[in-house]
Nanobody, 122 residues
Framework: QVQLVESGGGLVQPGGSLRLSCAAS????????MGWYRRAPGKQRELVAV???????NYSDSVKGRFTISRDNAKNTVYLQMNSLNAADTAVYYC????????????????WGQGTQVTVSS
């Protein structure tokens, strides 16, 4: 099995910054894409940013220019640097590992972290 452990969430004032981390562990052979999604109260989960193993990146329009995603393939870890945070960024942030191959299966699977709360408030 693969486990994703997120860290770095918390309470921050508007205009502040946070850095989220997500480490994947288990019998991992490769992970094609790692990304961050979020679910705000009363809303559906949405993509925030995703990065492939080759470094291709996609951001949602709402975070472009403010958030930066990065990845350490050797550590199976993905980061999300969030700057200029505002109240609209308040949500539970989920880490995702997509098209993950492990030594236990011959087909890729997707895995999710448990989520970390980010609250932007004065």
């Amino acid at each position: 099995q693969v486990q994703l452990v997120e860290s770095g969430g918390g309470l921050v004032q508007p205009g502040g910054s946070l850095r989220l981390s997500c480490a994947a562990s288990g019998s991992i052979i490769s992970i094609y894409a790692m990304g961050w999604y979020r679910r705000a109260p009363g809303k559906q989960r949405e993509l925030v940013a995703v990065i492939t193993s080759s470094g291709s990146i996609n951001y949602s329009d709402s975070v472009k220019g403010r958030f930066t995603i990065s990845r350490d393939n050797a550590k199976n870890t993905v980061y999300l640097q969030m700057n200029s945070l505002n109240a609209a960024d308040t949500a539970v942030y989920y880490c995702n590992a997509d098209r993950t191959y492990t030594s236990h299966t011959s087909y890729p699977q997707a895995y999710w972290g448990q989520g970390t709360q980010v609250t932007v408030s004065s």
